[in-house]
């Protein structure tokens, strides 16, 4: 699975405005009723829930939200750079600003795993993320992010 399996040039977001954790995930549940055809309300909720079982705020200013719904058939991606730092309660405290929200059918199973997997490892490499952190165009986050050795791993 590539990143460009998740994510399209539509599902980036360059300039990401919030003020909060709470806000992003509201913001990003709007953008994303837009391309799964799902409630923004059901995917907020579902987003909500899973942070309560523990961040999803990975560190070094990166988070994952995640969640899985049962109307939605496939797997769906959306990448965001946010305008400015927030506080997103990360495993090391400091502020996130690269977010890449992952939505999943419920029946996903290995395949949520292996993705949230995949972004994960992409993410990992700060040299990379401080390139995403360089560029306000979306199309050239696209590029980055699809065009990277760890898009296409194993």
Same mark, same amino acid.
């Given at each position: 699975m590539d990143i460009s399996d998740l994510i399209t040039p539509d599902? &980036?977001?360059?300039h990401l405005k919030a003020t909060s954790k709470k806000q992003a995930l509201q913001e990003l549940a709007r953008r =994303? =009723?837009?391309?799964t055809g799902l409630h923004?309300? =059901?995917? %907020?909720? &579902?987003?909500?829930?899973?942070e309560r079982l523990g961040t999803t705020g990975v560190?070094?200013?990166?988070?994952?939200?995640?969640?899985?719904?049962?109307?939605?058939?496939?797997?769906?991606?959306?990448?965001?750079?946010?305008? =400015?730092?927030i506080d997103f309660d990360a495993i090391d405290e400091q502020p996130v600003d690269l977010v890449f929200l992952l939505l999943a059918p419920e029946s996903a199973g290995a395949d949520h795993l292996k993705a949230l997997a995949r972004v994960s490892r992409l993410l990992r490499d700060r040299? %990379?993320?401080?390139k995403l952190r360089g560029s306000s165009n979306g199309d050239a986050l696209y590029a980055?992010?699809?065009?990277s050795p760890a898009s296409h791993a194993a």
């Open positions: 599902r &980036v977001v360059a =994303a =009723a837009a391309f923004e309300r =059901a995917i %907020f909720e &579902v987003l909500l829930e899973r560190g070094h200013g990166i988070a994952i939200p995640h969640g899985k719904l049962a109307n939605l058939d496939r797997l769906y991606g959306l990448f965001a750079r946010l305008d =400015a730092p040299a %990379f993320c401080e980055l992010l699809t065009d």
